[in-house]
């Protein structure tokens, strides 16, 4: 290699570092993020220790996704269904089609999830048909997943700067305006008090514990999204980077959320309310400024992560289609049958979004986070163990 190659390699290592976080973070940080009801059910019902318990849930979630990134790197596995017959091993014959199975769950409830919420907000923002808000959402996520792995990765990057400026814009204003309610909510939850959307949930770590855990368990299962951006990767020091940023990134963001939404924490109104940010936008400083900011944070956060999600399936299958073709053929209308994959999954999650069925896909998330434990969480930690990372 040149100097002037070694140069221009480092010089792009953080870019595609920083741009293979933010596909991290688009993944996670959705809809249901930017509205605030994932840091509820999860984190702040479950007393003091949701300022604690990010760093938890994040650093695992960094650390899984670096093991399974740096594994993917050097079995040059990249789609999940690659990586999963390569580190099942014997087992891959059971274990894969079970990854394969949860693939498909976290693919359709995730994406229809971000259908569904998107479609939902812009439906309230313009008061056109809910239909055609949700065709909105499915043209954009076609476009930007079509043209395969490096646009999703420039569309990630570009959306994860528009929310963390989005999140800064919404809480630090309103940080400011309501510290003395932030602080006497954590002196209550600190005191043992609950905070309105408990649901009897007493303040033991045990439970919160268990939720931090669970909520780290049903991301994981997004791991599988990040494979398809290995084959981008030219040093593993790239993704040693990117899993740094990946940590700070996604804990700033979670843990800024949370203590601004503390200020609302023992708000009468957050009972009824589907859309906890808003209470605390609407309580606060510049809301009528801030309201539509809010809206088109969870647009932005449901079309990120609704182009992640079928990003990763289409490289599958188009990997799937043309290994079977010759080598030197393979390139030959690689974006014809990419678009014709994204355009199948898009619409069948656009199709699955209009039947509404949101409390069957809450309900998936939990049934996910289990699946997880059993066929991503598990093996990878008996992997570590048995290899002490040297297969990485």
């Given at each position: 290699?040149?100097?002037?190659?070694?140069?221009?390699?480092?010089?792009?290592?953080?870019?595609?570092?920083?741009?293979?976080?933010?596909?991290?973070?688009?993944?996670?940080?959705?809809?249901?993020?930017?509205?605030?009801?994932?840091?509820?059910?999860?984190?702040?019902?479950?007393?003091?220790?949701?300022?604690?318990?990010?760093?938890?849930?994040?650093?695992?979630?960094?650390?899984?996704?670096?093991?399974?990134?740096?594994?993917?790197?050097?079995?040059?596995?990249?789609?999940?269904?690659?990586?999963?017959?390569?580190?099942?091993?014997?087992?891959?014959?059971?274990?894969?089609?079970?990854?394969?199975?949860?693939?498909?769950?976290?693919?359709?409830?995730?994406?229809?999830?971000?259908?569904?919420?998107?479609?939902?907000?812009?439906?309230?923002?313009?008061?056109?048909?809910?239909?055609?808000?949700?065709?909105?959402?499915?043209?954009?996520?076609?476009?930007?997943?079509m043209f395969g792995t490096k646009v999703v990765r420039s569309a990630a990057s570009t959306l994860s700067v528009l929310i963390l400026?989005?999140?800064?814009?919404?809480?630090?204003?309103?940080?400011?305006?309501?510290?003395?309610?932030?602080?006497?909510?954590?002196?209550?939850?600190?005191?043992?008090?609950?905070?309105?959307?408990?649901?009897?949930?007493?303040?033991?770590?045990?439970?919160?514990?268990?939720?931090?855990?669970?909520?780290?368990?049903?991301?994981?299962?997004?791991?599988?999204?990040?494979?398809?951006?290995?084959?981008?990767v030219t040093d593993k020091k790239q993704i040693n980077r990117s899993a740094i940023w990946m940590f700070v990134c996604n804990f700033?963001?979670?843990?800024?959320?949370?203590?601004?939404?503390l200020a609302v924490a023992f708000v009468p109104a957050l009972a009824d309310a589907s859309v906890p940010m808003l209470v605390l936008?609407?309580?606060?400083?510049?809301?009528?400024?801030?309201?539509?900011?809010?809206?088109?944070?969870?647009?932005?956060?449901?079309?990120?992560?609704?182009?992640?999600?079928?990003?990763?399936?289409?490289?599958?299958?188009?990997?799937?289609?043309?290994?079977?073709?010759?080598?030197?053929?393979?390139?030959?209308?690689?974006?014809?049958?990419?678009?014709?994959?994204?355009?199948?999954?898009?619409?069948?999650?656009?199709?699955?979004?209009?039947?509404?069925?949101?409390?069957?896909?809450?309900?998936?998330?939990?049934?996910?986070?289990?699946?997880?434990?059993?066929?991503?969480?598990?093996?990878?930690?008996?992997?570590?163990?048995?290899?002490?990372?040297?297969?990485?």
């Amino acid at each position: 290699m040149t100097q002037k190659q070694l140069t221009k390699g480092q010089a792009s290592a953080m870019p595609l570092a920083l741009g293979i976080a933010f596909v991290a973070f688009t993944t996670q940080f959705g809809g249901g993020f930017a509205s605030g009801a994932q840091i509820y059910s999860y984190f702040i019902r479950y007393g003091i220790w949701c300022l604690i318990f990010p760093a938890i849930t994040q650093g695992l979630y960094a650390f899984f996704f670096w093991y399974g990134m740096r594994y993917s790197y050097r079995h040059k596995a990249f789609d999940y269904r690659t990586f999963s017959d390569k580190i099942y091993g014997k087992t891959r014959y059971v274990m894969s089609n079970l990854h394969e199975v949860c693939y498909l769950i976290m693919i359709f409830t995730a994406s229809a999830a971000a259908f569904a919420t998107g479609g939902s907000t812009i439906n309230s923002l313009l008061k056109i048909p809910y239909w055609l808000c949700t065709l909105l959402i499915a043209v954009f996520i076609f476009l930007v997943t079509m043209f395969g792995t490096k646009v999703v990765r420039s569309a990630a990057s570009t959306l994860s700067v528009l929310i963390l400026l989005g999140l800064l814009v919404v809480l630090v204003p309103n940080i400011i305006a309501q510290h003395s309610a932030i602080a006497d909510a954590v002196q209550r939850l600190a005191g043992g008090e609950m905070s309105v959307l408990s649901n009897g949930q007493t303040g033991a770590m045990g439970p919160a514990l268990w939720m931090a855990f669970l909520y780290f368990l049903f991301q994981l299962a997004s791991v599988s999204v990040m494979y398809s951006h290995m084959d981008a990767v030219t040093d593993k020091k790239q993704i040693n980077r990117s899993a740094i940023w990946m940590f700070v990134c996604n804990f700033c963001a979670m843990e800024l959320s949370i203590i601004g939404l503390l200020a609302v924490a023992f708000v009468p109104a957050l009972a009824d309310a589907s859309v906890p940010m808003l209470v605390l936008v609407q309580s606060g400083v510049g809301a009528k400024v801030l309201t539509p900011i809010i809206s088109i944070l969870i647009i932005l956060g449901a079309i990120s992560t609704g182009v992640n999600m079928i990003s990763g399936i289409v490289t599958r299958c188009v990997n799937a289609v043309e290994r079977r073709r010759p080598e030197e053929n393979r390139q030959k209308g690689h974006l014809a049958r990419n678009a014709v994959f994204t355009l199948i999954f898009t619409l069948f999650s656009f199709g699955i979004a209009q039947f509404g069925l949101m409390a069957v896909v809450q309900k998936g998330y939990a049934y996910l986070g289990y699946a997880s434990l059993i066929v991503l969480f598990i093996p990878m930690v008996i992997r570590m163990f048995r290899y002490r990372f040297q297969d990485i």
